[in-house]
């Protein structure tokens, strides 16, 4: 029996296209798929959003925007991402806010690099001020990420859900909401705490386990549920007394997963959430 809410995210089975995803879907009994842009555009805009239509899924998130700490802030390509999202009738467009100025995703700094962690916390509010109305204007609702402090320098200047609340409660809740991700605020002492304060506004709730050791490359840490540390029990009642009802993806970013035959992926993906999360 597959939960009512359950959401493959796409990265989850990344080698698989945006078809052979939904057809996943669909053959498995998962109603919600998250959406990555660069397979959307593989796949085409208007078409993917069709497909999805025709396979009677919802769209939980559309990931990426963000990266705003940039010396343009990304407005181009996040209000295209707004786009995308709004012909997608996704959820929410999911924001990953960037790292310090002049430190690539995954890559060391790069020469006259920024230092400055309070100024590109601040570039990230003056970029969300531009682009919520955008969104708004679209009934797109952005959600902030945060996330673990290791990607601090190089992905998100939040790695906190209360720094991500303090930003999203400048603004209506149906227009800017957070995301609670347990690989990414499991260790926070506060994490119970901000997710009741979260109530209203969590715009969506995404699984994995983090592992210990972590590998070599840490992005790619996440593991199935039941495979790491995390206690999700408490997590998911916070997530569900704070008010939350959408769907909760299952996001893993995992070598060994992507290797594996993808629907063997989905029959364990559905097992460990009936037994670990819901």
């Not at 996001?251 to 060994?256: K, P, R, T, W």
Request: some cysteine; overall charge negative.
């Amino acid at each position: 029996m597959t939960p009512d809410h359950l959401s493959l995210n796409q990265w989850t089975t990344r080698r698989w296209s945006v078809r052979e995803a939904v057809d996943g879907c669909v053959r498995h009994g998962i109603p919600a798929i998250g959406l990555w842009r660069e397979n959307v555009a593989e796949h085409g805009l208007a078409a993917t959003a069709k497909l999805v239509t025709d396979a009677g899924l919802r769209v939980s998130s559309l990931c990426r925007g963000g990266f705003l700490t940039g010396p343009d802030r990304g407005l181009d390509d996040n209000r295209a991402a707004i786009d995308e999202a709004a012909a997608l009738n996704a959820a929410c467009l999911v924001l990953v806010v960037g790292g310090l100025p002049g430190i690539p995703p995954g890559g060391g700094p790069r020469p006259g690099f920024s230092r400055d962690l309070a100024a590109a916390r601040a570039r990230v509010a003056e970029a969300l001020a531009l682009l919520a109305p955008y969104a708004a204007e679209r009934g797109v609702r952005l959600a902030l990420e945060p996330l673990h402090p290791m990607y601090c320098a190089d992905r998100a200047v939040l790695s906190t859900l209360g720094q991500a609340l303090d930003l999203a409660e400048r603004y209506p809740a149906e227009q800017v909401g957070v995301v609670v991700d347990t690989f990414h605020v499991w260790w926070d002492p506060e994490v119970l705490t901000q997710i009741a304060r979260a109530a209203g506004r969590i715009a969506s709730y995404q699984v994995s386990d983090f592992l210990v050791p972590l590998p070599a490359d840490p992005l790619l840490g996440r593991g199935m549920m039941g495979d790491g540390v995390i206690d999700f029990e408490p997590l998911t009642a916070a997530v569900d007394a704070a008010g939350y009802h959408g769907d909760i993806e299952v996001e893993i970013f995992n070598a060994d997963v992507w290797a594996a035959d993808p629907d063997e992926v989905l029959a364990t993906m559905k097992r460990r959430f009936a037994a670990a999360v819901r």
